[in-house]
């Protein structure tokens, strides 16, 4: 792994710690090939957000679901969820994308607030996912309402400004890119599905 992704990884360990360790006891940790949340009742210490393979992008996500989970949610393995695992058809991919659009919203968001990409995850290689084009809309739009409409609140808001703090990568400086880059996706998204409509209506 470059060393310049390791020491990102380690910043965002850093200010995970200092934004939430306090109130929360719950620290990011590198693991191994699957990410998992354990909490202290099975770490035995600390409440542990573990993401995969030291990748950047994985500690992202990870945290974005921990920001989703609620207090007794936070209490379980993996916040009580299991998951239909690669390999989904089309209706359970459709069940999986009802729980992470809002994981991924702030994903992205936290994506923004660090200046690095954010792709859509179907996590489904394997599988028949099916068309995945209102799954990646609904994120966007969400997004949208995060960042513009003040609906990023909570722990998500808390980490959002502080990487934007700790990145020196203030909103101002690029909400107008991010609004415009998210409306063009957006459009392209909609003719795209369109498209596909039409293409399974007349097959």
Same mark, same amino acid.
């Given at each position: ?8 990884c380690e ?6 710690e =200092?934004?939430f360790?306090t109130?929360?006891q %719950?620290r990011l940790v590198?693991?191994g090939d699957e ?10 210490t600390?409440?542990q957000i573990?993401?995969a393979r030291?990748f950047?992008s ?9 920001c989703?989970a609620?207090? =007794?949610?936070r209490l379980l393995?993996d916040f ?5 695992p690669?390999?989904r058809?089309e209706?359970q991919?459709?069940?999986f994308e009802?729980v =992470?659009?809002y ?5 992205q968001?936290?994506a923004l607030a660090?200046?690095r990409?954010f ?12 068309? %995945?084009?209102?799954?990646?809309m ?10 513009f409409d003040?609906?990023?609140?909570? +722990?998500?808001?808390q980490?959002?400004?502080a990487l934007?703090?700790?990145w ?5 400086a690029w909400?107008?890119t991010?609004y415009? +880059?998210?409306?063009n996706r957006l459009? =392209?998204?909609e003719?795209s599905l369109?498209e596909w ?7």
């Open positions: 792994m470059f060393d310049s992704e390791y020491q990102s910043q965002l360990i850093a200010v995970f =200092e934004v360790y109130d929360y %719950t590198r693991g990410p998992i949340y354990l909490p202290a009742s099975l770490t035995g600390t409440n573990v993401f030291g950047f994985s500690g992202l996500h990870e945290i974005a679901h921990w989703v609620g207090a =007794e949610r393995e009580g969820y299991w998951y239909v690669d390999g058809n209706a991919q459709r069940a009802k =992470e659009v994981p991924q919203a702030y994903e968001c936290f660090v200046g990409p792709n859509i995850s179907a996590d489904n290689l394997n599988g028949k996912p099916g068309a %995945t084009h209102a799954f990646e609904e994120v966007h739009r969400l997004t949208l309402a995060l960042l003040a609906k990023l609140t909570g +722990r998500a808001k980490f959002f400004d934007c703090v700790a020196q990568n203030p909103f101002a909400q107008s991010a415009k +880059r998210l409306k459009a =392209e998204l003719t369109e409509k039409h293409s399974e209506h007349f097959e």
